[in-house]
């Protein structure tokens, strides 16, 4: 699986978009980017997912640049709740696989009041 | 109407017990797995286990071991506990052909 790179920590105002960056240059072509989140003592929640195009749910948007290099993933409107340690995972289609999913330390995100 | 569940929650335990991890998914999905996460917060895959094989981690220790009574149940069995075995320890399934794993709520393992 590629590598990725993420910030170790960021901060974001209550309300105001959190744009959460992430580096996989050695990305191949059958390799999707796959964005988790773990709230504190919880287990990790899969947020969203894309292969080439911008993709877009309820929990946030995924913006994936043009040769494919980076990503960044948008919480809209923070809130208290969204705080959490955010992993990009880039690997291919993962359901099911053997090796499951690689955790690196993904970027801490502290959404202030 | 949990997806993965977990239990017990939290478990604390001498050294030297035997002891067990229950996980159920009711997903329908075909593949389970362990985790286990840190006190420096790092998630490291254990195993996996669909209906054909078990894959280990090589560095996990044969002091655990993962039982599947059936496709929706995966069970982590640690014999002789260690210090070192005091983890937060996650369940997890998924389904082939799909995107998403879903976790179960973690168990919190002492070892005193």
């Known amino acids: 699986d590629a590598k990725t790179t993420q910030p170790p920590s960021m901060d974001c105002a209550e309300g105001r978009a959190a744009n959460l960056p992430c580096n996989h240059s050695?990305?191949?072509?059958?390799?999707?980017v796959y964005w988790y989140r773990q709230i504190h003592s919880q287990g990790p929640q899969y947020i969203i997912h894309?292969?080439?195009n911008n993709e877009t749910n309820e929990m946030a948007s995924l913006i994936i640049t043009e040769d494919r290099k980076s990503s960044t993933l948008i919480l809209p409107h923070a809130t208290l709740r969204d705080t959490a340690v955010y992993y990009c995972?880039?690997?291919?289609?993962?359901?099911?696989?053997?090796?499951?999913?690689?955790f690196g330390k993904g970027t801490h995100l502290i959404i202030q009041p | 109407d949990t997806a993965v569940s977990q239990t017990p929650k939290y478990l604390v335990t001498q050294m030297g017990n035997d002891k067990s991890i229950k996980c159920e998914q009711n997903l329908g999905h075909d593949t389970m797995y362990w985790y286990k996460q840190d006190s420096k917060k790092f998630l490291k895959i254990m195993f996996s286990?669909?209906?054909?094989?078990?894959?280990i981690n090589e560095t996990v220790p044969n002091r655990f071991s993962p039982k599947s009574p059936d496709k929706a149940h995966l069970n982590l069995h640690i014999n002789s506990l260690e210090l070192g075995d005091s983890a937060v320890y996650f369940c997890a399934s998924s389904q082939k052909g799909t995107h998403g794993y879903t976790f179960g709520s973690g168990t919190r393992l002492t070892v005193v």
């Open positions: 286990y669909n209906n054909k094989e078990l894959i």
């Open positions: 894309g292969l080439k």
């Open positions: 995972i880039v690997r291919v289609a993962s359901g099911g696989g053997a090796d499951g999913l690689t």
């Open positions: 050695t990305i191949s072509g059958n390799e999707y």
